[in-house]
């Protein structure tokens, strides 16, 4: 499958974009073979990965690592990385840091989360030096500590108000595309019809252009039950407990 382009993606409105996570060479390169449109090496692997309470604790040179082995086994796609907390506080550090991380993984575009005007300001600066950058508004996990917790936005006229003012004033910044997480379906579907630009949704809904999820929960990599907005298509967990402890009861025999 050919590789897509910028041009390419923002003409996908309605088009129902895929997008999974990956954060290593060998599933990305299991992924290279597949018809997905995207991937995003996202901070999610602090969870998952590295088991981290939260995205909070993982740095730049975390997300440059796992990004440099899921580009060497997935050439052909369009791949996104996070910036990671901490590393955009201003317009200059994040410039810095996306700068860094974008030259050194040869990905194709980063993420960030968060419309407030400095990021605003940062992705105008990013997109002028020629760094794509895809938009996150609603659950922003990066700020769960300011937000209080994780749960459903947009429920609310005032919120959902402001919702659709970020995703508008991105997209004016320069944002490629919006990732919608954790938003009122109404709200999402609502986004995504004002917007030129396609919407990929992570439980908000099936109205978005695109949909995200997490690799290890649409497969249930790991002992934790997945959000109730992914439903697993397998559970990888019990099957690779299983095999092993056939392998270990087979060896003792």
């Known amino acids: 499958m050919k590789k897509l382009n910028l041009r390419e993606i923002k003409k996908s409105k309605q088009k129902n974009l895929q997008v999974l996570t990956c954060y290593d060479f060998q599933t990305a390169s299991m992924l290279n073979e597949t018809e997905l449109d995207m991937i995003l090496v996202g901070d999610s692997l602090g969870n998952v990965m590295l088991g981290y309470d939260t995205t909070i604790e993982v740095s730049l040179i975390e997300m440059e690592i796992f990004g440099k082995a899921v580009r060497r086994g997935a050439p052909d796609k369009f791949l996104i990385l996070d910036l990671p907390f901490g590393s955009y506080s201003t317009v200059n550090q994040g410039l810095q840091s996306a700068t860094k991380l974008f030259q050194a993984t040869k990905c194709e575009a980063i993420k960030l989360e968060g419309a407030f005007p400095y990021q605003l300001k940062l992705i105008e600066r990013l997109t002028q030096t020629g760094v794509p950058v895809m938009g996150h508004i609603g659950l922003t ?113």
Do not use: W
Request: proline share 5%; glycine share 8%.
């Open 141 to 253: 996990p990066q700020s769960v500590h300011q937000l209080g917790g994780y749960f459903t936005h947009g429920k609310n006229e005032t919120d959902a108000e402001r919702l659709l003012k970020e995703a508008l004033a991105l997209q004016a910044a320069g944002c490629f595309s919006i990732v919608l997480e954790m938003v009122e379906e109404s709200v999402a579907t609502k986004i995504s019809q004002e917007l030129q630009i396609p919407t990929i949704g992570i439980g908000s809904g099936k109205q978005t252009d695109g949909q995200v999820l997490v690799i290890n929960d649409l497969l249930k990599l790991g002992p934790k039950t997945p959000p109730k907005f992914c439903i697993p298509v397998a559970n990888l967990y019990e099957l690779k407990k299983e095999l092993i402890q056939k392998y270990l009861k087979d060896q003792r025999h």
